[in-house]
């Protein structure tokens, strides 16, 4: 997919300019990183006309552990859906799937910003499954942005 090309060599770059930015006054600063990205992600995706069209969901995982989050996705849209994670993050993957618990895209490379697309053709209801394949900490904060166009 050219959209996930681009996305990645875009993120790859970010990946370094956020890592120098965290901010150490924030409470949490892992936290703030994610939420850092999903707007970078954002500023990314719309130059491409896609626009944030969820509520972001952040939340922790445990290496190798799942979560799911649904999300009603409308037919005919183009949607990018995005998950980042924090500095102890080293591999995180992504897997959407439709109202019938069928796999419509997964984004299993081995890196930290997994990226997956759809195109709906008709209004339901999306599960997202965030997967930590890899943390270098007990847990890592995650952060999950669905982007339409």
Not at 44 to 57: K, N, T
Request: proline share 4%; net charge positive; with cysteine.
């Amino acid at each position: 997919m050219d959209r996930k090309r681009w996305f990645y060599s875009w993120m790859g770059l970010l990946g370094l300019v956020v890592g120098m930015g965290v901010a150490h006054a924030q409470p949490n600063p892992f936290l703030a990183s994610v939420r850092q990205q999903l707007r970078e992600a954002g500023r990314a995706v719309g130059g491409h006309g896609y626009q944030l069209s969820h509520d972001p969901f952040t939340g922790k995982l445990r290496p190798r552990e799942a979560e799911f989050v649904t999300i009603t996705l409308r037919a005919g849209i183009n949607y990018i859906i995005v998950a980042v994670c924090d500095q102890d993050c080293r591999d995180m993957d992504l897997r959407l799937f439709d109202e019938n618990r069928n796999l419509i895209d997964e984004d299993i490379s081995r890196d930290a910003v997994p990226v997956v697309a759809v195109t709906p053709r008709r209004t339901a209801t999306f599960r997202i499954q965030a997967i930590m394949s890899h943390c270098a900490a007990r847990d890592c904060l995650y952060g999950v942005g669905a982007f339409a166009r």
